[in-house]
């Protein structure tokens, strides 16, 4: 039905920048809220990034406010989150999300989020 694919992770090192963006299928991907997350090995799934789905208004975590940027692009249906000045504390699997939203609602909780990627490995550098 829907699905999520992310790419674009890697090995990098650290205060350099990558890009994972989101591939998306379905019949109408600009009603998509999306939302990034991060699991770090023995640690939690943590909030990341989201954007509502006219792809104006956006959330960020306290760590990565000012360094990532989370955007989207309805025409191409993807989504991305550009990484920059990233630090070894960045170093997680992250997961792409969405769920569908009529309105311009922002949410930071995974739980409220109903289509997922596989993720995808980000490793930085000392």
């Known amino acids: 039905q829907v699905q999520l694919v992310e790419s674009g992770g890697g090995l990098v090192q650290a205060a350099g920048s990558l890009r994972l963006s989101c591939a998306a299928s379905?019949?109408?991907?600009?009603?998509?809220?999306m939302g990034w997350f991060r699991q770090a090995p023995g640690k939690d799934r943590e909030f990341v990034a989201a954007?509502?789905?006219?792809?104006?208004?956006?959330a960020y975590a306290d760590s990565v406010k000012g360094r990532f940027t989370i955007s989207k692009d309805n025409t191409n249906n993807m989504a991305y989150l550009q990484m920059n000045s990233l630090k070894p504390e960045d170093t997680a699997v992250y997961y792409c999300a969405g769920r569908y939203a009529a309105l311009l609602t922002l949410s930071r909780a995974s739980r409220d989020y109903v289509y997922w990627g596989q993720g995808t490995q980000v490793t930085v550098s000392s």
């Open positions: 954007i509502e789905w006219g792809g104006t208004n956006t």
């Open positions: 379905g019949r109408t991907f600009r009603n998509y809220a």
